[in-house]
Structure formats: structure tokens, C-alpha cells
């Protein structure tokens, strides 16, 4: 391309060219910036813009920590009151003293309360105002109650659990059966109520519907509590062979036979309660250890 006349009088005078004038134009415009005042937010460091991603999440990973250690602290005290419960060691009616319990757990009572709101969402406690939490008393109409839910529950949960069945299903039903014998076998009175409720949780779990498995462990958690306060003999209430003859008839697959021995099972444990029972004054301190 030729150059035109004006460029080449702009040479021929000294003027600089196009690829001379650039540079100056550069440096024109970095004085320029260098004595004009940026913005707060653009003459922030570049280091500032890009912090390590380490350091920046360090105090989220403190945080989840220290939030998953909560979860477990509560889902340990809940679970330590739960099995109480199950095993009777805590009585129908006992209040559960928020000061005591965080005394003993080493906890704040904001924890104890938040655990104790739990057991009561299931049914477990009874929350009274202005007086506190008690182990739930189920009345003789809930009784009832407990017991229509679970014939019209635990059929439909066999049946689920009998399409769904595999090998290793059918191992976790048997290996829970033998811990129930064995507890039998060495006169272990609370363990075999507590494994007992925790087999129809389990057949529930395994049916593999989620809100079966809900319903199921508060429905046996109940029954729990209700054998103990109408005083049902645990040779009646909960017969060696039943829970075995229900778990050779899924493992059979013979959903006609599982339901039938189902209802009789419940029958069982519904006719060997009394309807009379009392309360009884407990050390919780002694049920749950020193601080």
C-alpha cells in the first residue's frame, strides 16, 4: 500500500508514523491513569479478587464440622433416650427433666429441648406446658388405636416386603430373629421387648417405602410402652415362635400365610394386656450414668 501524502509530510517534518505514534498513545494513556484516582473496587489487589480457596472455605468447613458434631451429640442423646424408652428402663409417665438430662449428657438444655421436640413429633413424649416432658402414657383408647393402625399397616407391609425380598434381606430378618432368641435364652426380659418392636421396624425398613418405616417405629414404640403399662407377661406378649413362623412364611414368599400370622401376632400381644397399670419414680441419673 502506498503511503499517502499527508503521512509522508508528517515524515518528511518529523512527525511521528501510525506505528510510531502508538507507543506514545500508550503512554499517554498509562500517565494518564496514573495520576487519575480509580474506584474503591478496581484498584483493589488482584490477590484480593482471587483469595486462596482454601482459606476462604476454611471457616465453612469449621462450621460444618461443628454443625455434623451437633447432629451427632443429638442423634446420640435421642437415641440413648429412645432405647430407654424401649426397654423400659424409663416408665410410662416418668418426666424427663431438661436440667437433669443436660447435666448428664454435658449438654446445653437448648439440646435436650430439641431432642425431647423430636421424641414428642414422634409420639414418644408428651410435652406439657408449663410442667415439661413426660414419657408418653398411652390411654386405653390409643391403645386401641395403636392396634387397628398396625393390622390395617403390617399386612400391606409383608406384602411389600415379600415382592421386594432378596437374599440379603432375608439374612438382616434372620439375624435379628436369632438376637431376639438370644436374648430369650438368657432371661433378658427388656432386650426381648426392645428386639421384639425393633422386628417390625426392621420388616417395615426392608418393604423399602419410607413412610411405612415412619409409621412402623412409632406404632412399635408405642406398643412398647403399652405392654410395659398394662403390664403384659412378655411369654404372651411377645411369643418365641411367632416372629420365626412370620419370617420362614416371607422367606417362602406366602403372602396369605405372612398376613394371617401377622394379625394373630398382634392379636397376641393386644389380648395379654391389662388395662391397669402404674407409674413409676426413676433416677435418671442412674438410667444414664454420672456427668
Known amino acids: 500500500m502506498t503511503a499517502g501524502p499527508n503521512l509522508v509530510r508528517r515524515r518528511q517534518l518529523g512527525a511521528p508514523g501510525d506505528d510510531e505514534a502508538l507507543p506514545t498513545m500508550k503512554a499517554s494513556v498509562r500517565d494518564a491513569c496514573r495520576h487519575t484516582a480509580l474506584p474503591r473496587a478496581v484498584a ?3 490477590d484480593s479478587l482471587f483469595d ?3 482459606a476462604a472455605r476454611s471457616p465453612r468447613k469449621t462450621a460444618s464440622a461443628a454443625r455434623l458434631q ?3 451429640t443429638h442423634d446420640d442423646i435421642y437415641e440413648r433416650i429412645y432405647v430407654a424408652i424401649l426397654e423400659h428402663r424409663l416408665h410410662p409417665g416418668t418426666k424427663l427433666v ?3 438430662l443436660a447435666e448428664i449428657f454435658g449438654v446445653s438444655r437448648a439440646r435436650i429441648r430439641e431432642v425431647l421436640a423430636r421424641l414428642a413429633h414422634e409420639q414418644i413424649v408428651e410435652i ?3 410442667r415439661g416432658a413426660y414419657v408418653a402414657k398411652p390411654s386405653i383408647e390409643q391403645a386401641l388405636d395403636v392396634f387397628e393402625a398396625r393390622r390395617l399397616i403390617e399386612p400391606a407391609v409383608v406384602r411389600r416386603l415379600i415382592d421386594t425380598l432378596t437374599p440379603e434381606k432375608l439374612a438382616r430378618l434372620r439375624q435379628h430373629q436369632a438376637l431376639e432368641m438370644e436374648a430369650r435364652g438368657r432371661d433378658d426380659r427388656r432386650a426381648v421387648v426392645r428386639l421384639s418392636g425393633e422386628f417390625h ?3 417395615a425398613e426392608l418393604a423399602g417405602n419410607s413412610a411405612l418405616a415412619r409409621n412402623m417405629r412409632e406404632l412399635s414404640t408405642l406398643t412398647c410402652l403399652m405392654i410395659f403399662l398394662y403390664d403384659a407377661p412378655t411369654s404372651s406378649s411377645c411369643r418365641a415362635d411367632e416372629h420365626s413362623q412370620i419370617v420362614e ?3 417362602a414368599r406366602d403372602a396369605v400365610r405372612a398376613e394371617r400370622l401377622m394379625l394373630e401376632h398382634l392379636d397376641h400381644i393386644e389380648n395379654g394386656m391389662n388395662l391397669e397399670g402404674k407409674t413409676e419414680e ?3 441419673e442412674a438410667i444414664f450414668g454420672h456427668p
Open 70 to 72: 451437633r447432629e451427632k
Open 282 to 284: 426413676v433416677d435418671l
Open 52 to 54: 486462596d480457596p482454601m
Open 201 to 203: 421396624s426392621l420388616a
Open 98 to 100: 431438661e436440667e437433669r
Open 44 to 46: 483493589r489487589p488482584l
Open 249 to 251: 412364611a416371607i422367606a
Open 128 to 130: 406439657v406446658p408449663q
